[in-house]
């Protein structure tokens, strides 16, 4: 029966196409064989900027929701607005202490071993991180247990111990870090370009032994009491959950959490540095770091998108960057060259520009930087080079977004930094908007490399000539 039920459909379907007695159908020409890449046609690139669900608790709490059931786990991220920029010039590093201690300080009335037991037995990732402008928490686990870990990070939120022997642990591993911090040469580059940029204002601070020592319980008892509140936590979850109950839940563990008037984190003003100079630590090394760096820019910036394209064309595109090409592609001077501007989320960011390259070849890499970094002021780019520059930038931006939690928290820290409304929606349009001419001003604007500080870690006995031949004072680095 099967069968004549197949033959029967197969004998409408030819009478069905020969109906009319019209022709057999001519076969399509065969389109031209391809022979290069450029010939195969691709769509235009379409991205919509996926959908958060926000709202607000009574008692101030923001959040932001996204369901998502493909997997039986719930991520959880909270930021409170208060981060590092607040330690005292007399205890830097509090801020890491805090964040430390406050992971593994127990909470509520749970001890600090009973808390590892329990995120254990969860299988539940916990950790906690601070950075210039914000605490940040973090918890992972399976959407089974969200009751238990929901009423935990409660605990962590409002009821923190932080457990006086897990604060001295959490400060030896400070202290050890500090006695290693000249191992590396990039560290110490590094901490020496920030105090220049920055002074001595909390951005260009680093901890010593002495500032991490002065940090008692009473501090971290006292950071929490004046930022951790209501109103001034920022909640985003994603995942396998049901919307009614986790707002339920959320109310019952954080909605009697009492709103209190508190003074939001302070920002000390940033002045640039007074003058360029050369900091130079000799140091018994094959090779030499160096880094160029000068005041940057925030996220208000009227030409941030230029300064984007600008620098992917500088530094930031890799193999495709002028810095990269020139230095390793053309002369095989270092491994690793490029520049990046790190916008500043609150507070204007750093430009640096770093190499690493052979003892004998370290002034030579440092001219060749400032000729193209020169380049870049003088003359207009290429429209190939603005081209991959814009498509290589748009193209990348759909990266942001690749599973609901960083989608979720992408949302909460736009909204935490006070980005506009189209920041995500309008990115495409503001990056092709830009042209040769916009990046040569954000060029002039942005990029000063006669005044920019040079810091180089490497052996000056190996150096083809004096480094005063570069112009600039030299002044040495004196490691602690």
């Not at 209501?230 to 839940?249: E, H, K, V, Y």
């Not at 002045?271 to 996220?299: E, N, Y």
């Not at 009227?302 to 495709?320: C, Q, S, T, W």
Request: negative net charge; hydrophobic residues 45%.
């Amino acid at each position: 029966m099967k069968r004549f039920n197949y033959l029967l459909l197969l004998t409408l379907l030819v009478l069905t196409a020969c109906r009319g007695g019209k022709p057999p159908a001519v076969p399509p020409t065969e389109p031209a064989p391809l022979t290069r890449p450029d010939q195969v046609a691709t769509p235009p690139l379409v991205f919509k900027v996926p959908v958060v669900e926000t709202l607000r608790l009574p008692n101030g709490i923001r959040l932001y929701l996204k369901e998502d059931h493909e997997l039986p786990l719930v991520e959880v991220t909270v930021m409170i607005g208060a981060g590092d920029i607040g330690d005292a010039a007399a205890k830097v590093g509090q801020g890491d202490l805090f964040a430390a201690t406050l992971r593994s300080g127990g909470a509520g009335k749970r001890a600090p071993a009973e808390v590892d037991e329990l995120l254990e037995q969860l299988a539940a990732d916990f950790s906690v991180g601070m950075d210039s402008y914000a605490t940040t928490l973090s918890l992972s686990l399976q959407s089974a247990d969200l009751e238990t870990g929901m009423a935990l990070l409660a605990d962590f939120l409002r009821r923190p111990a932080f457990a006086g022997e897990r604060l001295e642990l959490a400060r030896r591993q400070q202290l050890e870090g500090v006695r290693r911090q000249n191992d590396e040469p990039q560290a110490i580059a590094a901490r020496a370009l920030a105090k220049a940029i920055y002074g001595d204002h909390p951005l260009g601070r680093s901890p010593t032994e002495a500032t991490l020592t002065a940090v008692n319980r009473d501090d971290l008892l006292d950071f929490h009491g004046r930022y951790f509140h209501p109103d001034n936590t920022w909640l985003a979850i994603s995942g396998d959950f049901d919307r009614i109950r986790l707002l339920t839940l959320l109310l019952d563990t954080l909605g009697d959490w009492p709103t209190v008037t508190f003074v939001p984190q302070p920002l000390p003003a940033v002045t640039a540095p007074a003058r360029p100079v050369l900091l130079l630590a000799d140091r018994d090394l094959p090779q030499s770091v160096i880094q160029f760096g000068q005041l940057g820019i925030d996220k208000s910036a009227p030409d941030l998108e230029a300064v984007r394209v600008m620098n992917y064309i500088l530094g930031g595109g890799g193999f495709n960057s002028r810095l990269m090409r020139e230095v390793r592609s053309n002369r095989g001077l270092a491994y690793s060259v490029h520049s990046y501007f790190q916008v500043g989320r609150r507070l204007p960011g750093p430009f640096i520009a770093q190499s690493e390259t052979k003892s004998a070849s370290t002034l030579e890499v440092v001219q060749l930087m400032r000729q193209l970094m020169a380049e870049m002021r003088n003359r207009p780019v290429t429209a190939a080079e603005l081209q991959l520059a814009q498509e290589s930038l748009v193209n990348s931006f759909v990266f942001a977004f690749n599973n609901s939690h960083e989608v979720v928290t992408q949302a909460q820290r736009l909204d935490f930094y006070g980005y506009p409304a189209d920041y995500l929606s309008g990115f495409r349009e503001r990056v092709m908007a830009v042209t040769a001419t916009t990046v040569l001003a954000a060029a002039r604007e942005r990029l000063q490399p006669e005044a920019m500080t040079l810091v180089v870690v490497g052996r000056a006995k190996d150096f083809a000539a004096p480094a005063t031949t570069l112009g600039l004072p030299v002044e040495a680095i004196v490691l602690p």
